[in-house]
């Protein structure tokens, strides 16, 4: 029968009179009551206490692909039957001292994580009760890339299951650019699409007010009144239901660039450097750089690499040398306006007549 608390008041105050059979009776009724109190908790009181212990470490092993990490753990033999409780963690930071998810724990040894486009560092505890866990142990020194989400459809560089015989192109208009969607038999020429198994005719048209030098994806929607085009800077919002993907075009640049001024070095008749002398402004794409030798008989001198930054021509690098240039050999530049490259799902847009994500 369980003492009252001033029956246990009377035992202490025996025992510390030195009353050797109180002092017994009193730490049997304490050890009889720690051992009712771990038989409730569900915790054994022998000496494998698993309360305090845990498992020896087990190995973890974490793979990425299609967006998706595989986790597999594979625990070591414990020195006992007892079931073990798995935690995995990941962080973006090796140390986990920041940005760390725990995972509940379980007893399972194979887990499956959706994580597209991460690289994470991996860590795994382990537990015979779910409470006290061992020391975390890293899947791999370096982060795992789960990989990008793909498919049949839009697996890297393959073919979506659409294409059409459309061309896209654009102009400069001004301080502004012009993108004309139109049929493989040239402006105004109406397209045919391919999207699954439906087959449709879409008219040609022209988008106005397009940032020069950009690059822009087309696509057409349906509205109530017919056709919609539409630009946006990448494939994948072109990719809904309700949107036909047509082409890309890398848009033409626009203006009048400051042409750059330019001064050979010539060392024993041959072109060995070039020294820009005025930058220019406002180009877009290289100058067209031409060396020549009014009355002399110096030839075969071409320019190398042209930097370009903020629209100034920087440096040129010095091509072939060419042989017999003298003092009146000049370097003239033209152009430096980007002209655009088209696109579309025909040949003269690249991908013969097939639609690719790229």
Do not use: C, W
């Not at 070095?265 to 072109?271: L, N, P």
């Amino acid at each position: 029968m369980a003492n009252t608390p001033s029956q246990y008041y009377d035992l202490i105050e025996s025992a510390i009179g030195g009353n050797k059979n109180d002092l017994r009776t009193l730490l049997q009724q304490l050890s009889q009551n720690d051992t009712q109190v771990q038989s409730v908790l569900g915790i054994s009181s022998g000496t494998n206490n698993t309360n305090t212990a845990t498992p020896p470490p087990a190995a973890i092993s974490v793979t990425g692909t299609n967006g998706v990490y595989t986790i597999t753990i594979t625990p070591a033999k414990a020195t006992n039957s007892s079931t073990i409780y798995h935690r995995v963690s990941y962080s973006t930071v090796k140390g986990f001292t920041s940005d760390v998810t725990l995972m509940q724990p379980s007893t399972a040894t194979n887990i499956t994580l959706s994580l597209p486009g991460k690289a994470l560092f991996f860590g795994l505890e382990s537990s015979f009760n779910n409470i006290v866990f061992n020391q975390r142990v890293l899947a791999s020194q370096t982060a795992i890339s789960s990989g990008l989400v793909s498919s049949a459809a839009t697996s890297n560089a393959g073919a979506f299951n659409q294409t059409n015989l459309g061309v896209v192109t654009s102009v400069a208009v001004g301080s502004t650019a012009a993108v004309s969607i139109q049929g493989a038999g040239g402006p105004l020429t109406s397209m045919s699409t391919l999207k699954g198994g439906a087959q449709r005719i879409l008219p040609a048209a022209t988008i106005v007010g397009v940032e020069p030098g950009s690059s822009q994806f087309v696509g057409a929607v349906d509205t109530a009144q017919g056709v919609d085009y539409i630009l946006r800077p990448t494939l994948a919002s072109l990719l809904g239901d309700h949107v036909t993907p047509i082409g890309k075009v890398s848009v033409v640049g626009t203006g009048t660039p400051t042409l750059p001024t330019i001064d050979p070095i010539i060392s024993s008749g041959h072109i060995i450097g070039y020294n820009v002398t005025g930058g220019g402004a406002g180009a877009s794409a290289d100058y067209t750089l031409t060396v020549s030798d009014p009355g002399g008989s110096g030839s075969g001198a071409t320019t190398g690499t042209q930097t370009i930054v903020g629209g100034v021509l920087i440096s040129v690098t010095a091509g072939n040398p060419g042989a017999n240039y003298d003092g009146h050999t000049v370097v003239t530049a033209a152009g430096g306006i980007f002209p655009g490259i088209e696109g579309g799902g025909t040949a003269d847009g690249g991908n013969g007549g097939r639609l690719t994500n790229v």
